[in-house]
């Protein structure tokens, strides 16, 4: 499979008129000068240094705010430095993240000029009170009506979704991820809401009108999610926002989910559950086989899911590496009669 390397060019906050309860842009993104075309080339040429010279597919991708929000001359400017890279063939495209409600045939079709190649909108939630208890400015029409427009131009579709907002459950989750299977992306994101500092959330949350999820039920809904995205052939690229020197426990967090590997605790969430049904029925210590580059996953964070598994079962587990093995393919190799 080939390998596909983003090079990250925020644009935080412009372009939104929106404050979002739980967004502080300059703090996701740890940037709060506005990016300048000059930038552009600089941010592109410091990555490029770093990919492969072959062999990969690698995209300038601008995010961090609604760049589809600021002045078409300004969305045109920034990709104009991405047009020699790409007519040279160092970068194979662009995408970008945007608001539902700031897609229209006039942006799009310049979008299409500039070499875009994915579109991916915020839709946080597909339930109507969620949306407007996290001031979120859009309904999800907005979100169907961008998604089709989008995918009507030939641009590859994405869609980022948010758990535990103000007014979500499990259920309204469940219900959003379903109305993003309907609308066919090709990939999806699934970012637990974070309280960061110097937002209305944090206000909220000091206040008592705002309840965080906890770790746990956070990964649990993950899992649920993560599942049924994969069932309808969607690939989820990320779980979790990426930590930065500003998002971490330490720092800008101030409440929330947050874990720096949040995506490998849903992942070994996912092993812990095919690994206990594998065991089912045996009365012993048990050898685990899976693939080799999935045993940090297999074993859990911590070793979490074999301390689990040692203390239900009252045996010895253990875990090994087989490279024949695909991904989530568990075999029970050896076992000793109790």
């Given at each position: 499979?080939?390998?596909?390397?983003?090079?990250?060019?925020?644009?935080?906050?412009?372009?939104?008129?929106?404050?979002?309860?739980?967004?502080?842009?300059n703090?996701?993104?740890?940037?709060?000068?506005?990016?300048?075309?000059?930038?552009?080339?600089?941010?592109?040429?410091?990555?490029?240094?770093?990919?492969?010279?072959?062999?990969?597919?690698?995209?300038?991708?601008?995010?961090?705010?609604?760049?589809?929000?600021?002045?078409?001359?300004?969305q045109?400017?920034?990709?104009e430095?991405?047009?020699?890279?790409?007519?040279?063939?160092?970068?194979?495209?662009?995408?970008?993240?945007?608001?539902?409600?700031?897609?229209?045939?006039e942006?799009?079709?310049?979008?299409?000029?500039?070499?875009?190649?994915?579109?991916?909108?915020?839709?946080?939630?597909?339930?109507?009170?969620?949306?407007?208890?996290?001031?979120?400015?859009?309904?999800s029409?907005h979100?169907?009506?961008?998604?089709?427009?989008?995918?009507?131009?030939?641009?590859?579709?994405?869609?980022?979704?948010?758990?535990?907002?103000?007014?979500?459950?499990?259920?309204?989750?469940?219900?959003?991820?379903?109305?993003?299977i309907?609308?066919?992306?090709?990939?999806v994101?699934?970012?637990?809401?974070?309280?960061i500092?110097?937002?209305?959330?944090?206000?909220?949350?000091?206040?008592?009108?705002?309840?965080?999820?906890?770790?746990?039920?956070?990964v649990?809904?993950?899992?649920?999610?993560?599942?049924?995205?994969?069932?309808?052939?969607?690939s989820?690229?990320r779980?979790?926002?990426?930590?930065?020197?500003?998002?971490?426990?330490?720092?800008?967090?101030?409440?929330?989910?947050?874990?720096?590997?949040?995506?490998?605790?849903?992942?070994g969430?996912?092993?812990?559950?095919?690994?206990?049904?594998?065991?089912?029925?045996?009365?012993?210590?048990?050898?685990?086989?899976?693939?080799?580059?999935?045993?940090?996953?297999?074993?859990?964070?911590k070793?979490?899911?074999?301390?689990?598994?040692?203390?239900?079962?009252?045996?010895?587990?253990?875990?090994?590496?087989?490279?024949?093995?695909?991904?989530?393919?568990?075999?029970?190799?050896?076992?000793k009669?109790a």
């Amino acid at each position: 499979m080939q390998r596909k390397y983003n090079i990250p060019i925020f644009v935080p906050h412009k372009g939104c008129p929106f404050d979002c309860v739980f967004c502080n842009q300059n703090r996701i993104t740890g940037q709060i000068k506005e990016t300048a075309p000059d930038d552009v080339t600089e941010t592109i040429e410091r990555y490029l240094h770093t990919l492969p010279k072959s062999g990969a597919a690698v995209e300038a991708a601008f995010f961090g705010g609604s760049f589809t929000g600021i002045p078409i001359e300004e969305q045109s400017a920034l990709m104009e430095r991405v047009q020699p890279y790409i007519s040279s063939g160092r970068i194979d495209g662009i995408r970008l993240s945007t608001r539902p409600d700031y897609i229209d045939d006039e942006i799009l079709k310049n979008l299409k000029k500039y070499g875009v190649t994915t579109i991916e909108l915020g839709v946080q939630s597909m339930c109507d009170e969620v949306l407007k208890s996290s001031n979120r400015g859009h309904t999800s029409a907005h979100v169907e009506y961008a998604a089709r427009l989008i995918k009507s131009y030939g641009f590859s579709l994405g869609l980022q979704m948010m758990t535990g907002l103000p007014g979500d459950t499990d259920e309204r989750s469940v219900y959003t991820a379903e109305r993003i299977i309907a609308l066919g992306p090709k990939c999806v994101r699934i970012y637990p809401t974070l309280t960061i500092a110097g937002t209305y959330l944090e206000k909220m949350y000091n206040e008592g009108r705002y309840v965080p999820q906890t770790l746990d039920e956070a990964v649990s809904l993950a899992k649920q999610l993560l599942l049924m995205f994969e069932k309808a052939g969607i690939s989820v690229i990320r779980i979790g926002l990426q930590p930065t020197d500003e998002i971490n426990e330490n720092a800008s967090v101030v409440a929330g989910p947050f874990h720096s590997a949040f995506g490998e605790l849903v992942e070994g969430e996912i092993y812990y559950d095919i690994i206990k049904d594998k065991l089912n029925g045996y009365t012993g210590d048990a050898e685990i086989l899976v693939n080799t580059k999935e045993i940090s996953k297999a074993i859990g964070n911590k070793r979490r899911n074999i301390t689990r598994l040692c203390r239900e079962t009252g045996h010895r587990i253990t875990v090994k590496g087989d490279d024949k093995l695909a991904k989530r393919e568990v075999r029970v190799i050896a076992f000793k009669t109790a």
